[in-house]
């Protein structure tokens, strides 16, 4: 079969081409070689977006699963699959990165054997090997369906319930302990980030990016698709969204307040500049946007406050480890080129392993594309209201 070379595929072949370079350096010369990571500031772009920016933007995998199975949210039921395999595909590629930071990443395993139970780090990684375990059995339906395989599917459906509680609760326990880690280091993290919240500010905001990201994934899939969007799904999506980013805007602003912290942030400095931008990116465009009755009800207008969101975000992580340390340094710290082109890389190969499992695997399967039909018919729920509606009604 022959294959077109189109724009993006040159454009991902070039990625790739730069990134396997780099693996070949960093693994052949060392960490120096391929990053501006030095003792003083070890922690540096791979764990700020790598690590830290992946978590999060997997965080719609349990936001989602959470909404319909716990919360009993039905009308969400068409993004359950795609929520799942692009939280799956995001843990394993943060363990990729992860492969890439660590000094001597043959080790990862020892942490099995050699515990220390008082170690946040420690529990950060077996809860994020536990949860993409879960994420593994939770993805496999859509590889069973895809043989047609009806007996494990029936014993993966037994088991359902509990890999549901356990995904949640996992994610629940990582997804603030990735704050946590920040705690230790109050005299290093400028004001703007250190905050003793900073558990509960991860694990808001990844539920915010959860829902977000639902909705940049859905669209993107419904485009590459040829599909409707699902327009009663998102306008629910994005009422959940507004709502997540003021609780997140007022859990900052609390914080600042009682800090004594709302005087200098409008003072400007160094910090001072990321972190308006922060800000206007995380909250203050999203909720102004999102406030019009309009945006809310318009698939680009949801797509654009949600893209926005998420750089935001991003932002906030970045902050956090890397802007955040720079005047405890001493110095900036720019990220090699080779950095960055491994980043581009495992991204790259996250919407192809995406991509490949939505044109081969039912991750839209045609009964859930029936139900949508038929949560349409019902006259689009408006936000707020509580859906009451199940899948076989």
Avoid at 13 to 27: D, E
Avoid at 148 to 171: D, Q
Avoid at 302 to 320: E, K, M, P
Wanted: proline share 5%; aromatic share 16%; glycine share 6%.
């Amino acid at each position: 079969m022959k294959i077109k070379l189109t724009f993006w595929r040159v454009v991902f072949l070039v990625i790739m081409a730069l990134g396997l370079y780099s693996t070949y350096v960093r693994y052949l010369h060392g960490l120096g070689a391929v990053s501006n990571m030095t003792d003083q500031f070890p922690w540096g772009f791979w764990i700020g977006f790598d690590c830290l920016c992946g978590v999060m933007l997997a965080a719609g995998g349990f936001c989602i699963v959470g909404a319909v199975y716990l919360f009993n949210v039905e009308s969400l039921h068409s993004v359950v699959r795609p929520a799942v395999l692009t939280a799956f595909l995001g843990y394993v590629l943060f363990i990729v990165g992860l492969l890439f930071d660590l000094g001597r990443p043959w080790f990862i395993w020892h942490q099995l054997i050699y515990m220390n139970p008082h170690s946040v780090m420690f529990e950060v990684g077996m809860c994020v090997m536990t949860y993409t375990t879960v994420l593994f059995f939770e993805f496999l339906p859509n590889v069973f369906e895809r043989f047609n395989w009806k007996a494990p599917i029936k014993w993966i459906h037994k088991i359902y319930p509990i890999l549901i509680v356990l995904g949640i609760l996992l994610s629940t326990l990582h997804q603030s302990s990735l704050g946590s880690l920040y705690l230790i280091m109050p005299s290093k993290l400028h004001p703007f980030w250190y905050s003793p919240a900073l558990p509960f500010f991860f694990f808001a905001s990844a539920i915010a990016v959860g829902l977000a990201m639902t909705i940049f994934e859905s669209t993107q899939s419904a485009k590459a698709l040829g599909r409707q969007l699902e327009l009663p799904v998102l306008v629910r999506l994005g009422g959940a969204l507004l709502v997540a980013l003021w609780v997140n805007a007022l859990l900052r602003f609390e914080d600042y307040f009682h800090r004594d912290m709302l005087g200098q942030i409008f003072q400007p400095s160094y910090e001072a500049y990321f972190l308006w931008l922060e800000l206007a990116l995380s909250f203050v465009i999203p909720i102004t946007l999102l406030s019009f009755k309009k945006i809310r009800l318009s698939p680009d207008g949801l797509y654009l406050a949600s893209v926005i969101s998420l750089f935001g975000f991003i932002t906030n992580r970045l902050n956090v480890s890397l802007i955040g340390f720079e005047t405890y340094v001493g110095h900036h710290y720019m990220p090699k080129w080779t950095e960055f082109s491994v980043t581009l890389m495992i991204v790259a190969m996250g919407f192809f392993l995406f991509a490949v499992a939505v044109k081969y695997l039912p991750i839209f399967p045609k009964e859930e594309q029936a139900h949508e039909r038929v949560l349409e018919q019902k006259a689009a729920v408006p936000l707020g209201e509580p859906v009451l509606e199940h899948a076989g009604d």
